[in-house]
């Protein structure tokens, strides 16, 4: 983990940046990310595709104690996971398939969920940023030509271990985030 450090205003978000090495532990981080968001919240989740953006969600719905498991949800848009605990719904949207801004979201009411959920939105760069003055960015980017600490040298569980290799730059933006504490996502 390689946490940014300073006094932060609004205009000066708050960063992290961790390498990640497996599935489990994107799972792991989403536990953890889990434990920093509120009712409210808007998380935007960035990446290419297989970049790991649901099983960082599994890992969220898994933190915030919520019903059903969480999948891609591509061909229905959005997806609610109630609370079993009390605490926040999850509002899982993919934002993929989309092509326009919040306009054409509308129709999903994410404005009226948001106050009492955490919403999470993969693809939503560039279209949802608009429903809330803060948000929370994750961008996950595979890692190119570094190997894991685990397998038995093959040249297939090199391979294996350079694709689960991920480098995610956590980003708290606007008001909520400054000065938020975000280095209990580092382990």
Do not use: C
Request: charged share 25%.
């Amino acid at each position: 983990m390689e946490p940014l450090h300073g006094q932060h205003t609004a205009d000066d978000p708050v960063s992290v940046r961790l390498t990640v090495r497996t599935p489990d532990r994107m799972r792991e981080l989403g536990r953890a990310l889990a434990g920093l968001l509120l009712p409210g919240d808007l998380v935007l989740l960035s990446g290419e595709l297989g970049a790991g953006k649901t099983t960082l969600t599994r890992g969220l719905g898994e933190g915030l104690g919520v019903r059903g498991a969480v999948t891609s949800p591509t061909f229905v848009i959005a997806r609610v996971h109630p609370s079993l605990s009390g605490g926040p719904a999850l509002v899982h949207v993919d934002a993929y398939r989309l092509g326009g801004g919040l306009d054409e979201m509308e129709d999903l009411d994410l404005d009226v969920s948001l106050p009492e959920s955490v919403v999470v939105v993969e693809w939503g760069e560039g279209k949802v940023e608009e429903l809330s003055e803060a948000r929370l960015q994750v961008v996950i980017s595979r890692t190119l030509g570094e190997t894991g600490q685990h397998g038995t040298g093959t040249d297939a569980d090199a391979e294996s271990a350079v694709d689960d290799v991920r480098e995610v730059t956590v980003t708290g933006i606007g008001p909520r985030w400054v000065n938020q504490d975000l280095s209990p996502l580092g382990g």
